[in-house]
């Protein structure tokens, strides 16, 4: 770690910095404690989050960025082992509720009876869900029929507003901060309205939600998170009123914006009502978007039929790719450093638990106070709160400066990224561990990419990861590989890999591997890093002819991506499995012919996937290649 600062200082302010972004946030949109707070939590309480008293709780949290229009995806954070075990069985509910009615009304009754001290935003997502399954019985009867239920649903639509909303009158409810998930709630009213045949009033609501996002001025990121799902009603209301082409259009917006954001929430259900509109009824200029449109849909059932991921699902709005259990790290940070839970539980000369105590939290059982956290993480190095930024910074327009350069990247647009990075180089302080960590990264894949310097991009790797990570002899596997971490030390190991340094290699592999099962805990999902990872990992497998071990690897990650809002490393995997398919059937010739129809159907799918979210780089790649697989 750096001395040129005061670590204790530093440490101490950094633990503030997630409630300093949301007080500015909040001032410079003129908002009150009173005003962001309502419906979610008290005036107090928001109040102690906003000075670091009191840490984020992941669901409250999430959402009151989301009301500012900010996606938490910006920072890191630490849950309990409770708020993830709720996050699960939501997520499992989101999940059935497309076609399996039954168990989704199983899973929600068992939510609500194993926990009774719900928050809003909780309750919001199971009355909305409930809601749901009732709104589908209700389409799937015919005629007069469809309203029998009128009151009890309208009863309903009404109480999910009114959990985190509980004034709306006068429709003055498009003025108040709202998260997506508390909009998706007026857009069921919405249906409601539009199922008992009373389309002005849904219109009125589809298109207060339609433009709520940049009445508020949301950035685009977040929109994506409400757009679809108003796309879907709009174009149900249009489409009654036999105005073919306005659906198609409101359709057309929103799939772009996914496009835009390599996000496929409610893509199908969007590509099947427009596949389902005929060209005779649409301008000239998109019957060819149609046609386009078409290819998207048949490629995505195909893929979403594959992997047994069902097209249709919900999305709870609450996302945990960057969220870690505080017991888990706690355990692992320990073990990294070889210490018993006896010598684990001081700060210093001075205890700050009782071993049994620390013991039931490494369990789950128990949630350390915020101070003792960070008192207890403080020994192995590790600073920060509950919910910390990526890096060091009080500025939103730093960290989406910041995530757009990783995009970038991503996509290989090198010379936009390079011109990101010295515009941000400006409006950061160097001296910080995560900013310097964060730079050194980007100037060594710079010079592998420019210049092939692979031991003095190798020297600037290690010397990034040890900033933030102890630079100790013995197994790396227990240390809690952060996101930054995970892509720097990933980079590390492909380069030992590229230097012919096999064994290296795979001793980073393994740990990176290791720590993040660990880190999976309650959600199953893996964290924020993990597609450079698997990219790396490919590539090592890939050398050793270990091709059989490389496909299932690709095809855990693929699985993995779905789970996801965001898929933009999607196509990257599925050429991966084609590729090392391809491999495999030279060496086993007898299944020449099976291999061949799974490589061309990854190959494929590959392409769809590019061409939808417009990766270039990567349909230039597919492109050259084309004959090789699908010839």
Excluded at 247 to 267: I, K, P, Q, T, W
Aim: charged content about 30%; aromatic content about 10%; overall charge neutral.
């Amino acid at each position: 770690m750096s001395d040129s600062y005061s670590q204790e200082r530093f440490t101490c302010e950094y633990n503030k910095v997630c409630g300093s972004i949301f007080r500015e946030e909040r001032k410079s949109r003129g908002m009150s404690l009173e005003k962001i707070a309502a419906g979610l939590l008290s005036k107090t309480a928001l109040g102690n989050m906003e000075s670091g008293k009191t840490g984020w709780r992941k669901v409250t949290g999430d959402t009151l960025f989301q009301r500012l229009g900010i996606l938490p995806d910006y920072f890191e954070m630490v849950a309990s082992s409770d708020e993830l075990e709720r996050w699960r069985m939501r997520e499992d509910i989101s999940l059935l509720i497309s076609d399996q009615d039954r168990k989704a009304q199983d899973r929600i009754r068992e939510y609500r009876e194993r926990y009774s001290d719900r928050e809003p935003i909780e309750e919001q997502f199971l009355q909305k869900a409930e809601l749901l399954l009732l709104l589908k019985e209700q389409v799937e009867k015919a005629g007069s029929e469809a309203c029998l239920q009128r009151e009890r649903i309208e009863t309903m639509a009404e109480a999910a507003i009114a959990r985190t909303v509980p004034d709306r009158r006068g429709g003055k409810w498009i003025e108040l901060p709202l998260a997506p998930s508390e909009l998706e709630a007026f857009l069921l009213l919405g249906a409601v309205r539009m199922i008992c045949d009373r389309r002005e009033e849904a219109w009125q609501i589809q298109q207060a939600v339609w433009d709520y996002p940049r009445r508020h001025g949301w950035r685009e990121r977040i929109i994506v998170q409400i757009m679809p799902q108003a796309a879907l009603l709009g174009m149900e209301l249009a489409l009654q009123e036999k105005d073919s082409s306005k659906a198609f259009r409101m359709g057309r917006e929103a799939v772009e914006m996914l496009r835009r954001n390599s996000c496929h929430c409610y893509l199908l259900p969007l590509l099947e009502r427009m596949s389902g509109i005929s060209e005779v009824e649409l301008w000239e200029r998109d019957r060819a978007y149609r046609n386009e449109i078409i290819v998207f849909r048949d490629g995505f059932k195909h893929i979403y039929a594959q992997e047994g991921y069902p097209g249709y699902r919900i999305w709870q709005g609450v996302y945990v790719e960057n969220t870690r259990e505080a017991g888990i790290v706690l355990k692992m940070l320990r073990k990294f450093a070889g210490k018993s839970c006896a010598k684990a539980v001081y700060d210093g000369e001075e205890m700050v638990i009782t071993e049994r105590q620390l013991e039931k939290i490494e369990r789950g059982e128990h949630m350390p106070s915020h101070e003792n956290y960070q008192r207890l993480i403080r020994q192995y190095g590790k600073s920060g709160g509950w919910m910390m930024p990526m890096l060091e910074t009080d500025s939103v327009e730093v960290l989406e400066q910041w995530q757009e350069i990783c995009s970038l990247i991503g996509f290989c647009e090198w010379d936009r990224a390079k011109e990101r990075i010295e515009q941000l180089r400006q409006k950061v302080v160097m001296s910080y561990p995560r900013v310097r960590q964060a730079f050194l990264l980007f100037d060594a894949l710079i010079l592998q990419e420019y210049k092939r310097e692979w031991e003095k991009s190798l020297d600037m790797l290690q010397k990034a990861l040890y900033i933030t990570m102890p630079d100790i002899e013995g197994d790396k596997k227990w240390w809690v590989f952060q996101r930054e971490e995970i892509i720097i030390a990933s980079n590390i190991a492909s380069t030992y890999r590229i230097l012919g340094k096999m064994e290296e290699a795979r001793r980073w592999y393994q740990a990176i591997r290791f720590s993040l099962q660990q880190q999976k805990g309650k959600s199953g999902l893996e964290q924020r890093g993990y597609a450079i990872l698997m990219e790396s990992v490919d590539n090592y497998l890939g050398q050793e002819e270990r091709y059989e071990e490389a496909i299932e690897a690709n095809k855990e990650a693929v699985s993995n991506y779905l789970k996801q809002p965001e898929i933009d490393t999607l196509d990257r995997a599925y050429y991966r499995i084609a590729w090392n398919t391809c491999k495999l059937s030279s060496k086993q010739k007898m299944q020449h012919e099976l291999y061949r129809k799974q490589w061309m159907d990854a190959f494929q799918a590959s392409e769809t996937v590019a061409d939808l979210f417009y990766d270039e780089y990567i349909m230039e790649f597919l492109q050259k290649r084309r004959k090789d697989y699908l010839m």
